[in-house]
Nanobody
């Protein structure tokens, strides 16, 4: 599966952005989808993940209550709604997909497929 992330940009602290990740192919519903991010000089970290049906979600503690992950299977797209953005949310955001992830491993970066990343910059 090929993944194309979009929606990044420059936003002021306290503002909102919605990221999208479009997937190719006809098997999107078979993949657990996730968002990761990597800030300058830091390791890639998990942000959120969502089950194949959308019924289960996972969030990193740092974004709980501010970010929402969702998916539209007929449109082969996963979204990340980011509200109340902080300067520490500045990073390149990547979407990822994996057909075999179990819930306990949603935050683990060992996903099979990765998109190219979209830059989010939050100014304070």
């Amino acid at each position: 599966v090929q993944l194309q992330a979009s929606g990044g940009g420059l936003v002021q602290a306290g503002g909102s952005l919605r990221l999208s990740c479009a997937a190719s192919g006809h098997t999107f519903r078979r993949y657990v989808m996730a968002w990761f991010r990597q800030a300058p000089g830091k390791e890639r970290e998990s942000v959120a993940a969502i089950s194949r049906s959308g019924g289960s979600t996972y969030y990193a503690d740092s974004v709980k209550g501010r970010f929402t992950i969702s998916r539209d299977n007929p449109k082969n797209t996963v979204y990340l709604q980011m509200n109340s953005l902080k300067s520490e949310d500045t990073a390149v955001y990547y979407c990822a997909a994996d057909p075999g992830k179990i819930y306990s491993a949603y935050g683990d970066p060992s996903y099979a497929y990765w998109g190219q990343g979209t830059l989010v910059t939050v100014s304070s």
